[in-house]
Structure formats: C-alpha cells, structure tokens
T-cell receptor
C-alpha cells in the first residue's frame, strides 16, 4: 500500500526565512503526490500536486515541491515565510488504481512563523 | 460561490443520539467522499461514492451510513453516537479521471 511520512510534527521558522517541510513516500509505482494546507478551523486547500509531468511543481502562495525519485521525497519549500503561512500542512498520496481514487494523508506538520 | 459545502459546521450531541451531516458540491464532480480527522489531526478516508454508487468503504462501523441522493450530494448519517465519534468530518469531491479532491470546511462533531 502507498503511504507518506512527514518528518517533524512541528516546524518553527522566522518570518522571511526558508520554509522546508519534509515528506517521504512509499510506493511501488509512480505516485500522485499532493500538499494540502489547513488553516485553523478551516477545510483543506490544495497547495500543489505532482502527477509526473514535471519534477519541480509550483503551487499557490509561493510554495513549491520537488519530486525526487532517488530519495522517495516530495519536500515542500517556500523561500520566504510569511506570518499568514502559519497552518497545518499535509502531504498525501493517491494510488489512483483499481482500489479507487482516495487520498492517504501523512500525519501533518504544524508550521509556526515567528517575528 | 462555495464549491463543497457542509452543514452543520458544528454539532454537539449526546451519546446514543442519531445525527446527520449534509454535503453538497456545485463543481459538477461525480465522485464524493467522507474523511474523518481525529483529535491528533490524522485524516482518513471513510467512504467514496461515484455517480451515487459506493466505491470505497474503509471498514467503518455500520452505525455510519452514507447516502447519495444524486451526484451533487453525499450525506452522512450516524446512529447511536459514541464518544469516540467526536472528530471533524470532511466532505470532498473530485472528477473522474482526476486525482485531487476538493474539500469542504468540515463539521466538528462533539459527542458528550
């Protein structure tokens, strides 16, 4: 079964600093990978997705992620953190196979942005 | 315009009660889902419907019964509520052939 592992349940950065949220996947076939963001008391919003078209994926709000097959990683980055980036971030994988179209989520990373 | 909308947003009820959560999407999608987010924010799929047909049922207790009257609606009925059912329930939808899902704002269910 496909799965994702998010390293670090809490990440704290200073405003203006680089944001790096880590995600590693486990899959026997090329996966479909996603990053979602959840602001407090809100639903999940899609940040970006990887569907094998390009290894560097650009998303909304200045975020991007790079698919690295050799490292089985799909880390999320943003060059300069903003206070409004404080939220919970989820990495997810979709096998998109005969098992049905479903997302399997990581355990989430809480991003805190400090002045 | 709200793409995936759920009602109610908050639901507080006593153990043993029966309650329903409604979900509607206006995206023209043909697949809808229910996900459960527990107190540790872990998200897990419960059900998936495609064109009103149940596709995925992830070993959810029989007390949970989804109903899809049409492609745009997927409701969740829960019988005999238990304390452990307290969670945030998210409805989502997607289009056949596409991998990402669009989520509603969630329903925070508290069983007391």
């Amino acid at each position: 079964a496909q799965s994702v592992t998010q390293l670090g349940s809490h990440v704290s950065v200073s405003e203006g600093a680089l944001v790096l949220l880590r995600c590693n996947y486990s899959s026997s076939v090329p996966p479909y990978l996603f990053w979602y963001v959840q602001y407090p008391n809100q639903g999940l919003q899609l940040l970006l997705k990887y569907t094998s078209a390009a290894t560097l994926v650009k998303g909304i709000n200045g975020f991007e992620a790079e698919f690295k097959k050799s490292e089985t990683s799909f880390h999320l980055t943003k060059p300069s953190a903003h206070m409004s980036d404080a939220a919970e971030y989820f990495c997810a994988v979709n096998p998109f196979t005969g098992g049905g179209n479903k997302l399997t989520f990581g355990t989430g990373t809480q991003l805190k942005v400090e002045l | 315009d709200t793409a995936v909308s759920q009602t109610p947003k908050y639901l507080v009820t006593q153990m043993g009660n029966d309650k329903s959560i409604k979900c509607e999407q206006n995206l023209g999608h043909d697949t809808m889902y229910w996900y459960k987010q527990d107190s540790k924010k872990f998200l897990k799929i419960m059900f998936s419907y495609n064109n009103k047909e149940l596709i995925i049922n992830e070993t959810v207790p029989n007390r949970f019964s989804p109903k899809s009257p049409d492609k745009a609606h997927l409701n969740l009925h829960i019988n005999s509520l238990e304390l452990g059912d307290s969670a945030v329930y998210f409805c989502a939808s997607s289009r056949s052939g596409e991998t990402e899902a669009f989520f509603g704002q969630g329903t925070r269910l508290t069983v007391v």
